[in-house]
């Protein structure tokens, strides 16, 4: 037990122990500003890394809903990534219909224009009917493209604001040195759930929810009296609002299943032993029975890294009251059926607890819409969720714009 | 994807089962809400023990170089990951209190695309 219950909000006096209003996570009119204040100038996770694109001519196509743009990111024959926007600029038509694969160059389906792998214009048909074109300014339009530690990022300002490295502050040390490069794609989800992006986020910022919420899908590690709601030992927030939570698991006796998967590799709910070596990029060492560290990049991606593995999810913003979840799971690449077997064992047990978080956060969002209350109660264990709504009001202020939103 | 006509020598005895063995994590997962809770019982007991030997026989391969006929092992034992769900926390195939499945999109990763690409 901690002898002070409380220990975080004495760290952060300035966000306040109140109650928080609950107007940016049903409100309209708040959500516009976060598009224009928030969402159009971050770095935003494309949830792709670098050897995804492993050859020139192989592309990846996200659309951004919340931005109404969509971003192809495509390593050109000079071996160089870039993002461009996936619309021709002849007439503005969507140039890229896939998902992704490889190309040697992009042609338009409207007027038949060609672009190469680097997004410059290579061939207008007919071209000796235009009038003065001005080819080498016709290329792809681009988008700002950066990588950190090998996961792609864009970013859709004219002129960023700020580097990803500054918005990685303390995860520039923190979390930089965690081995991602050892670990590849073992299962990729991506969940649609009717809730505000932050109502949808914010189940995922504590492990206060655990004991009910996950009550059948984590049960075996619920059961430790001395720690039944497993009150996290490191909540560090950032002041740009990154944060990251460590979570521990006490031990707990195995089910037959997961003792099978734990004998073939790391599980998601047993690996920070103590006799393991130090994990690297990780809060391990000062915690007792660590389990994962959740770290969050203001405003809504995370890069989850646990004992043998990673996560990387997002809640993409679509409306104000709809969210898509991604997440992207990492383990080591199997090498033989065992791990392959093991690791399957992680992926159902995140899917299927994931499930569990988002029927919570729909049922939510429809009670904060009803206006039945007016602010939530957010313990010191829930001071994440309190330093999120303290930055969305820092950058899109604490009135309602819409005002009768009830 | 088609199923062999049988199962290796020392796995004969759970031919009965080969219906459950699907090639992606999706259609398992599909397989599994579709099932009833006896069925799911029925298959978990049967699996329960067979797991380690199945991993254990399979090791003599590289993922991407397991024999077609022997693949339906190993999306068996991937299934028994499933039925482990239901029978050790849920009791039920479903998730109870959680997002409906149809709210769900499920991707390959590089395990399932290597075995599915190869032979």
């Given at each position: 037990?901690?002898?002070?219950?409380?220990?975080?909000?004495?760290?952060?006096?300035?966000?306040?122990?109140?109650p928080v209003s609950t107007m940016p996570a049903v409100d309209?009119?708040?959500?516009?500003?976060?598009?224009?204040?928030?969402?159009?100038?971050?770095?935003?996770?494309?949830?792709?890394?670098?050897?995804?694109?492993?050859?020139?001519?192989?592309?990846?196509?996200?659309?951004?809903?919340?931005?109404?743009?969509?971003?192809?990111?495509?390593?050109?024959?000079?071996?160089?990534?870039?993002?461009?926007?996936?619309?021709?600029?002849?007439?503005?038509?969507?140039?890229?219909?896939?998902?992704?694969?490889?190309?040697?160059?992009?042609?338009?389906?409207?007027?038949?224009?060609?672009?190469?792998?680097?997004?410059?214009?290579?061939?207008?048909?007919?071209?000796?009917?235009?009038?003065?074109?001005?080819?080498?300014?016709?290329?792809?339009?681009?988008?700002?493209?950066?990588?950190?530690?090998?996961?792609?990022?864009?970013?859709?300002?004219?002129?960023?604001?700020?580097?990803?490295?500054?918005?990685?502050?303390?995860?520039?040390?923190?979390?930089?040195?965690?081995?991602?490069?050892?670990?590849?794609?073992?299962?990729?989800?991506?969940?649609?759930?009717?809730a505000n992006?932050?109502t949808?986020?914010n189940?995922?910022?504590?492990?206060?929810?655990?004991?009910?919420?996950?009550?059948?899908?984590?049960?075996?590690?619920?059961?430790?009296?001395?720690?039944?709601?497993?009150?996290?030992?490191?909540?560090?927030?950032?002041?740009?609002?990154?944060?990251?939570?460590?979570?521990?698991?006490?031990?707990?006796?195995?089910?037959?299943?997961?003792?099978?998967?734990?004998?073939?590799?790391?599980?998601?709910?047993?690996?920070?032993?103590?006799?393991?070596?130090?994990?690297?990029?990780?809060?391990?060492?000062?915690?007792?029975?660590?389990?994962?560290?959740?770290?969050?990049?203001?405003?809504?991606?995370?890069?989850?890294?646990?004992?043998?593995?990673?996560?990387?999810?997002?809640?993409?913003?679509?409306?104000?009251d709809?969210?898509?979840?991604?997440?992207?799971?990492?383990?080591?690449?199997?090498?033989?059926?065992?791990?392959?077997?093991?690791?399957?064992?992680?992926?159902?047990?995140?899917?299927?607890?994931?499930?569990?978080?988002?029927?919570t956060n729909e049922v939510t969002h429809n009670a904060l819409r009803s206006g039945a209350i007016k602010s939530i109660q957010l313990?010191?264990?829930?001071?994440?969720?309190?330093?999120?709504?303290?930055?969305?009001?820092?950058?899109?202020?604490?009135?309602s714009?819409?005002?009768d939103h009830e | 994807?088609?199923?062999?006509?049988?199962?290796?020598?020392?796995?004969?005895?759970?031919?009965?089962?080969?219906?459950?063995?699907?090639?992606?994590?999706?259609?398992?997962?599909?397989?599994?809400?579709?099932?009833?809770?006896?069925?799911?019982?029925?298959?978990?007991?049967?699996?329960?023990?067979?797991?380690?030997?199945?991993?254990?026989?399979?090791?003599?391969?590289?993922?991407?170089?397991?024999?077609?006929?022997?693949?339906?092992?190993?999306?068996?034992?991937?299934?028994?990951?499933?039925?482990?769900?239901?029978?050790?926390?849920?009791?039920?195939?479903?998730?109870?209190?959680?997002?409906?499945?149809?709210?769900?999109?499920?991707?390959?990763?590089?395990?399932?695309?290597?075995?599915?690409?190869?032979?």
């Amino acid at each position: 037990m901690n002898s002070n219950a409380r220990p975080f909000a004495a760290l952060h006096p300035d966000i306040g122990t109140g109650p928080v209003s609950t107007m940016p996570a049903v409100d309209p009119a708040f959500f516009e500003k976060e598009r224009e204040h928030i969402f159009r100038k971050m770095w935003i996770n494309m949830i792709l890394r670098e050897e995804d694109l492993p050859n020139a001519g192989d592309y990846f196509v996200r659309d951004i809903e919340v931005l109404d743009v969509s971003v192809i990111v495509v390593r050109g024959d000079d071996g160089k990534l870039r993002a461009v926007h996936n619309v021709c600029p002849h007439r503005g038509n969507r140039l890229v219909r896939e998902d992704g694969g490889n190309r040697k160059g992009f042609q338009c389906d409207f007027h038949g224009w060609v672009f190469d792998n680097q997004g410059e214009l290579v061939f207008v048909t007919d071209e000796q009917r235009f009038h003065d074109l001005d080819k080498p300014n016709l290329g792809l339009a681009k988008v700002h493209l950066d990588t950190w530690r090998g996961f792609v990022y864009v970013n859709l300002e004219e002129t960023p604001s700020q580097t990803l490295e500054a918005s990685m502050a303390d995860f520039n040390q923190d979390l930089k040195p965690f081995p991602f490069e050892n670990m590849v794609l073992a299962g990729r989800y991506r969940y649609e759930a009717k809730a505000n992006w932050k109502t949808t986020m914010n189940a995922f910022q504590e492990s206060y929810h655990a004991a009910f919420v996950h009550k059948r899908s984590v049960q075996q590690c619920l059961e430790d009296d001395a720690d039944p709601y497993l009150a996290s030992h490191r909540i560090k927030l950032q002041p740009n609002g990154n944060q990251s939570i460590s979570v521990h698991l006490p031990p707990h006796e195995l089910t037959p299943t997961e003792m099978i998967a734990y004998g073939m590799g790391a599980t998601f709910t047993q690996g920070g032993d103590a006799d393991q070596a130090a994990i690297p990029g990780t809060a391990q060492e000062g915690i007792e029975n660590w389990a994962f560290d959740l770290n969050i990049m203001f405003p809504f991606s995370r890069i989850n890294v646990g004992a043998g593995w990673y996560y990387v999810d997002a809640f993409w913003p679509i409306t104000h009251d709809r969210t898509v979840y991604e997440l992207a799971f990492y383990f080591p690449i199997p090498t033989s059926a065992g791990a392959m077997i093991s690791q399957e064992y992680s992926k159902i047990v995140l899917r299927d607890l994931s499930r569990e978080d988002l029927f919570t956060n729909e049922v939510t969002h429809n009670a904060l819409r009803s206006g039945a209350i007016k602010s939530i109660q957010l313990s010191d264990q829930e001071i994440a969720v309190r330093h999120q709504y303290e930055k969305v009001t820092e950058f899109c202020g604490t009135e309602s714009a819409g005002d009768d939103h009830e | 994807m088609t199923m062999s006509s049988g199962l290796p020598e020392n796995f004969k005895h759970l031919e009965p089962y080969q219906g459950w063995a699907h090639s992606t994590e999706d259609g398992r997962m599909r397989q599994r809400l579709e099932a009833t809770m006896d069925e799911i019982t029925d298959y978990y007991r049967a699996l329960l023990p067979e797991v380690n030997n199945i991993a254990n026989h399979l090791q003599q391969w590289p993922l991407d170089a397991i024999p077609a006929a022997q693949k339906p092992l190993l999306f068996m034992a991937l299934m028994f990951m499933e039925t482990a769900m239901c029978v050790e926390f849920f009791h039920e195939p479903d998730v109870p209190e959680a997002l409906g499945a149809e709210h769900i999109e499920i991707y390959a990763g590089r395990a399932e695309q290597l075995v599915n690409q190869s032979g």
